[in-house]
Structure formats: C-alpha cells, structure tokens
C-alpha cells in the first residue's frame, strides 16, 4: 500500500526572500522502492526530478504552488519570494500539540532593531530585540491571524516595517470513538472494545497510547498502539477510551457507551 508523498521544506517556512535558499524534499515513507521517481511541480509545471528540490538564489519568479508526486500526488504547498523589508515565517503546516517559532525576519543585509508580534490585532509580544515568537504547546485555538513589525535600517535611519499570515491549527488525531462488538451484547459475548482514531499522511509516525475506562474508573492503562481491548462483561457500566501522544502533548477522549448485559437491566446493549 503506497501512501500520499509528504513534502518538508527547510527552512520550514512559507516565505522566503530573494537571494535566499530553501530546500523541499519529498517523503513516501516506509515502502519506498530502489528506483522510486520523484517529480515536482510549480503551479502545474514540472520543475525538477528527485527526491529533493533546492532552490538555490530565490527569485520573485519562484513563487508558486509546489507539488510532488511519486506515484502519488502530495499535498501542494505554497511558497512566497518576497524582495519586500520584512517577513513574518511560519510553518508550512502547524498541528495541535506542535512545538511552534515563528520568526520576524528582515531582508539580509540589513540591521533589525526592535520587534513586536500580534494576534489577531493584539500585541502578544511587545517590543524586543528578539525577531522569534515561541509556543511551546500549540492548541486548536491558537488558530488566527498572526502579524509582526520590525524596526529595520536602510537610509541610516530605522524604519517600521511589517507583514501578517495566517495560521491553520489542523488536528493532530480526531477524537477516538469507542466501538463495541459484537453489537447488540449477549450474555455468554466476550467482547471487543476498540478505542479507534486516525492520523493525518503527514504525522502518521505519530506515537499514540490508548487507555480503556469504566464508569470513570481505568481499568486498561495507557499502552502503546495497543487500541483493543477484549473483556468479559461482568457488570454493566459506562465505557469509554483516552488516545494521547506518548508525550503526553496531545489527549483525546471518546464519547461515553453504556454497556449492559442481557437480562440484567432488560435485553441487549443500550
């Protein structure tokens, strides 16, 4: 089975400036052949063979949409060249849980003076010779639009000078759902529980632990891809499943089940 390719650019960013460099690379994981061909696209025309595509001295002209395909097709990323004053860089893609620096950068060359970054017209970070804003722990609700403004010199004097992105949060799991077979529930059943969720192409690598509770109580702790659990229905209860990253950044809960056995409260499963 051949999966979407997933592309990485370094530095990850979505703009870069002219006269700068930026690499992006094409990854179709683990079933990768000896002769796997690897072909780029800029906005629909092909580029370049090979797994990874370096753009040496960046022009305005590179701008584009980049795609790669190797068997399939991958996402497509946007790139901006820019030959403006100042550049807010983010991430390519940013997911929840994500360790996350964007960065006000000035054109090369240049002497940058003091910075401030913005959410959403809100100073987050006010004045300060630090052209990086970080987020250790990103959450879904840090999604917006994000700006910087950065004293930059040209002229012997500094200037104010500013760009703004927006940024996406994608989820890095959808909340699990708890599946029960078999379905409806009968007295002598052992039964299957299986905590299930699913990872987007580009973090499939993703380490998950899944952990199985009963009437709020846990009762199968937190293992490693180990998302199915069999138990004899000895009493009835409210069931549910917990996924978290083995680093613990990112937990998810399903939504509760109730589990009877038959006769005990009325017939079958509710």
């Known amino acids: 089975h051949s999966s979407r390719p997933v592309v990485t650019f370094t530095p990850d960013s979505r703009k870069i400036f002219t006269t700068e460099s930026i690499s992006m690379t094409c990854d179709v994981g683990s079933a990768v052949q000896k002769d796997q061909k690897y072909d780029w696209f800029k906005t629909g025309a092909h580029v370049h063979d090979g797994k990874t595509y370096t753009i040496q001295s960046a022009e305005t002209s590179h701008s584009g949409s980049y795609q790669c395909f190797s068997q399939h097709a991958s996402d497509s990323h946007r790139l901006d060249v820019s030959n403006g004053w100042v550049l807010l860089q983010v991430p390519q893609q940013v997911y929840e849980g994500d360790e996350l620096t ?48 950065k004293q930059v010199k040209h002229h012997l004097i500094y200037y104010n000078h500013g760009d703004e992105d927006s940024i996406f949060v994608r989820e890095l799991f959808t909340t699990p759902t708890l599946k029960v077979t078999p379905n409806p529930v009968s007295r002598e059943d052992n ?76 017939p079958g499963y509710v």
């Not at 960065?103 to 010779?129: E, M, S």
């Not at 192409?201 to 998950?208: D, E, G, K, V």
């Not at 632990?209 to 293992?223: K, L």
């Open 102 to 149: 964007m960065r006000c950068h000035h054109y090369p060359g240049y002497l940058g003076g003091q910075t401030v970054f913005y959410k959403d017209n809100k100073a987050i970070q006010d004045w300060r010779y630090d052209e990086h804003f970080h987020i250790t722990r990103v959450g879904l609700e840090m999604s917006g639009t994000y700006k910087c403004t």
């Open 191 to 266: 039964l299957t529980l299986t905590c299930e969720t699913h990872l987007p192409p580009a973090r499939q690598n993703t380490q998950l632990r899944f952990a199985f509770y009963r009437e709020g109580q846990i009762f199968q702790d937190f293992s490693i891809n180990y998302e199915v659990y069999n138990v004899q229905l000895e009493r009835s209860g409210k069931y549910f499943c917990e996924v978290e990253t083995t680093d613990g950044r990112v937990r998810k809960r399903s939504a509760e089940q109730l589990l009877q056995r038959e006769g005990e409260y009325g």
